[in-house]
């Protein structure tokens, strides 16, 4: 039997809604963050799954999750899939879940064909993906690839002040496992990330598999203003440094500065703190960020200076400032892998399109590493980081034979 024969289309959608519990919602999403109860109980899930196959599962400093099945030369560095099982506050069930339980399947469906390989084939979960609790996102993976970044990445806190080393601490309490001594990191000799495409283009060109070709570069920034507390009902305009309204006059000058004719640029402010946060008491401070995107670093870097300009010009009478706090080079991915990818697709019969991601993924920090690339498969009518996030369980299972096929060519190579 091959391995993609071996993939259980129900097998997969039953550990989708398994997981789909924990952190679920009333509208039937999930809120799952980062290294939370309801992670703890992602990473429990997935081990007692690992375990009952008999694969051996550990952990690293920063809490990746890896899950290995081993192959004939020990000594051989693996070849390794996933994603990530953390979500959004408003988060759907497939974003991240789906590249962990398709890389899973993949192990599974390689032991139930006794596939033998020659590199082990390991399924990761990275720590803090989204990056909505803790900034930045995507961290375990960018650890993982640069070890340096551990220091920093511990020391991140959360919006109520929570430190990352401590919730680490917790949720490693909660759900134990093996620690792989030192620090993170370790040879890969290929990734390969599957995850549910967060756009429309697929089911809009009725393809099954998106060939992953690239990702487009993300920057976020921190823009805080300062202004004074005063009472709202008799200061005087002249008197008042408003802290939201010389926010709200910069938020609108960056949309407009950032309203590009051929709509490539993603401009996002996502998260407004205003304080003391009372309706009687004009605000002292407010706190925005900014989440940038565009295929160009050059492009991404004009804007920043118009950004930078409209804060510096715009916030009067109140100080304000703006911190770059990620930089996320565009990723192409390797041609190799891309090639493979589309090769399995077609040999499998799968209609499939080449396709940039406009979305991030761990993938782009593991593609410094060694060859790496994406498989997408579609979602409902792109909807994504939404609670309505939905995705068919014949594609689902669709990208993971393509996926176990792609990992065992690269596993014997
Ligand atoms: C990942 O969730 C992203 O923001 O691209
Ligand atoms: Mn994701
Ligand atoms: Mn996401």
Redesign the pocket.
């Known amino acids: 039997m091959s391995g993609a024969n071996a993939v259980k289309e129900d097998r997969l959608w039953q550990r989708h809604a398994d997981m789909a519990k924990l952190g679920g919602t009333a509208k039937g999403g999930v809120n799952r963050q980062a290294l939370s109860a309801e992670d703890a109980a992602a990473r429990n899930l997935l081990a007692s799954w690992a375990k009952a196959r008999g694969f051996e599962i550990f952990t690293d400093a920063i809490g990746n999750l890896f899950v290995q099945r081993p192959g004939s030369d020990a000594k051989a560095a693996p070849v390794m899939s996933g994603s990530h099982m953390d979500s959004q506050p408003t988060g759907g069930r497939f974003?991240g879940m789906y590249g962990v339980l398709a890389a899973f399947e993949a192990l599974e469906a390689l032991e139930d064909a006794r596939i033998r390989t020659r590199r082990p084939v390991m399924a990761v979960a990275w720590t803090n993906?989204?990056?909505s609790r803790f900034q930045p996102?995507a961290m375990g993976s960018a650890v993982f690839a640069r070890p340096e970044r551990l220091g920093d990445a511990l020391a991140a806190k959360d919006w109520d002040g929570v430190v990352l080393k401590d919730a680490l601490a917790a949720t490693l309490k909660a759900a134990p496992m093996p620690m792989r001594s030192g620090a993170p990191g370790f040879p890969v000799a290929s990734y390969v990330e599957a995850h549910i495409e967060q756009g429309p283009r697929l089911e809009n060109e009725k393809k099954t598999i998106g060939v992953v070709t690239a990702i487009q570069g993300?920057r976020r920034y921190i823009v805080t203003v300062e202004g004074e507390e005063a009472h709202a009902g008799t200061t005087p305009r002249a008197a008042r440094k408003d802290a939201f309204a010389a926010a709200a006059r910069i938020a609108a000058a960056m949309y407009e500065a950032t309203t590009d004719a051929d709509d490539t640029l993603r401009f996002t402010i996502g998260r407004v703190d205003v304080a003391p946060g009372s309706p009687n008491t004009v605000p002292g401070k407010a706190v925005f960020t900014i989440?940038m995107r565009h295929p160009s670093n050059d492009v991404l870097d004009e804007h920043e200076k118009k950004l930078e300009g409209i804060v510096a010009s715009r916030a009067a009478p109140c100080p304000a400032r703006i911190e770059r706090i990620t930089n996320v080079g565009s990723t192409d991915f390797d041609l190799t892998v891309i090639d493979l990818v589309r090769a399995k697709a077609n040999a499998l019969n799968l209609s499939n399109m080449d396709m940039p991601s406009g979305?991030?993924?761990d993938a782009m920090h593991i593609a410094r590493l060694c060859p790496a690339g994406m498989i997408f498969v579609p979602c409902e009518r792109g909807v994504s980081?939404n609670e309505a996030e939905n995705a068919s369980p014949a594609d689902l299972a669709a990208g993971a034979r393509v996926l176990v096929e792609v990992l065992e060519e690269l596993a014997n190579r």
């Open positions: 974003d993906e989204e990056g996102g993300s989440d979305a991030g993924h980081h």
